[in-house]
C-alpha cells in the first residue's frame, strides 16, 4: 500500500471518529443558547423600557386597576412558577435515566404553561370586550406588545416541549436529548424570570397606581 493510501485512509478514519463521537460540541450548544438568551434580555429589556415610558397614558380608555383580574393573573402566575418546579423533576428523572418518569413531568409542565396562555388569551379577550384594545392608547399598545411578547414565547416553549417529548419517546434519553432537555430548562426558567418582572411591572403597578 502506498504512502498516499495510507494517508488517505488515516483521513477517513479520522473524520468518521469526530463524525460518531463527537457530533455535537455540547458546551458549544449552551454557550450559543447562552448567548440567544441574552439577545432575548435585551429585546424584553426595550419593551420594558417602553412599558415604562408610556406606562400611563391611558387617556380616554380604561385604568388597569379597573380592568386588571389581579387575581386570575395570580392563577396564571401560579401555573407558570409551578411549571418551572416540574421541570426540575423532569431533570431529576432525566439524570437517573427514568424515561417514563421524565415525560410525566414534562407533560405536567405543559398542561401548566397551557393553562397560562389559556387565561392570558381570556385576559386579552376580556379587555378588549372593556375597551382596552392595543389602537386604544399608547400604554395599552406597550401592555398587548410586552405581555404578548412574552406569551409568544411561552407558546414556542410548549411547542419545543412536545417535539422534545416525541423525540425522547422515539430514541430515549440520549446524550443529544438530555442536552436538548437542559436547553429547554434554561428558556422556561427564563421565562419565569421574565414573567416576575411583568407581573411587577404591569400588574401590580397598574392595581396600585
Known sequence: MS???TS???ADEKVKFYMEEEPHQAQGTLLGFWIYLMSDCMIFAILFATRAV???NY???PLPRDVFDIELILVATFCLLFSSI????AILQMQQNKINGALLWLSITGLLGV???GIEVYEFMHLMQLGATPQSSASWSSFYALVG???LHVCFGLLW???LMVQIKKFGLTVANQRRMFCLSMFWHFLDLIWIGVFSLVYLTGVIL
Do not use: E, K, W
Open 149 to 151: 411578547t412574552h406569551g
Open 161 to 163: 416541549l412536545i417535539v
Open 59 to 61: 387617556v380616554g380608555t
Open 54 to 56: 408610556l406606562g400611563s
Open 115 to 117: 393553562a397560562f396562555v
Open 8 to 10: 488517505a485512509n488515516q
Open 3 to 5: 504512502s498516499l493510501d
Open 86 to 89: 416540574t421541570y426540575g423533576f
